[in-house]
């Protein structure tokens, strides 16, 4: 890779959300829900170009009220319920083409911040690593969970089940935030997914890691927003 400079930041916001209607646009904070995403990829000091995908005119129309391009709109085969999302980044990489690295940023995350998405792009460019995703603690350690059997007998979820009394005794353990996903754009076209072999991870407080799919989760962010009015959560 040249330069940091290379870099296209997609932020994919389908319409037609069925578990919380027009999520994208719903109002935390006072802002739009992708306006979140929108102000945090445009004061990323690394993204050097900032573009939206989305079938829905009113979620173009609020992105652009916020300074986001929305040079085309996603084809209706690829804003389906089960669209996967490596789908629709290539699409963009396919009609806004020349960067070495991509980053997905879902609208369900606006409490990443742009320090969260240049931390990710620099430690996966320093690093030499082919993609970065961020992730963070889980709250529930896999090492105290069990299933059921067809007895109903506890069997341990993980192989080295733990047996720590305490949860600071135990391992940390990680998991994705859905927040970044940093991937060198031929990688990307290579391999088509964002946790190809050798990525590694950025790691976020969980309290920038809540994901938006139901009222609840809307509430707990504005709870999150009014509560911590300062650098850690920002619009940006």
Not at 11 to 40: D, E, F, M, Q, Y
Not at 64 to 81: I, N, W
Not at 97 to 109: A, K, M, R, W, Y
Not at 223 to 230: V, Y
Request: glycine letters at 6%; hydrophobic letters at 45%.
């Amino acid at each position: 890779m040249s330069s940091r400079g290379s870099v296209l930041a997609v932020i994919t916001a389908r319409g037609g959300s069925k578990g919380l209607v027009g999520k994208n646009i719903r109002l935390l904070g006072g802002l739009p829900l992708v306006a979140w995403s929108v102000r945090a990829a445009l004061s990323a000091r690394l993204v050097s170009r900032t573009i939206l995908s989305t079938d829905d005119v009113a979620i173009a129309a609020v992105a652009r009220d916020h300074g986001c391009e929305v040079p085309f709109m996603r084809s209706a085969q690829l804003a389906a319920d089960d669209t996967p999302s490596i789908d629709v980044v290539l699409d963009a990489l396919e009609k806004v083409s020349g960067f070495e690295i991509v980053v997905l940023l879902q609208p369900t995350s606006p409490l990443r911040t742009a320090e969260d998405i240049d931390n990710a792009i620099r430690l996966c460019v320093d690093s030499g690593a082919p993609a970065c995703v961020s992730v963070c603690e889980v709250d529930k350690s896999p090492y105290w969970m069990y299933r059921l059997d067809q007895q109903a007998r506890m069997r341990p979820l993980m192989a080295e089940h733990s047996v720590a009394s305490r949860r600071q005794d135990l391992p940390p353990v990680h998991v994705l935030n859905g927040a970044v996903y940093v991937t060198r754009a031929d990688v990307l076209m290579r391999e088509r997914t964002f946790i190809p072999e050798g990525t590694i991870g950025y790691v976020m407080p969980r309290v920038r890691s809540i994901d938006i799919d139901s009222e609840l989760d809307l509430f707990i962010a504005e709870r999150l927003i009014t509560d911590s009015r300062n650098e850690e959560i920002s619009p940006s």
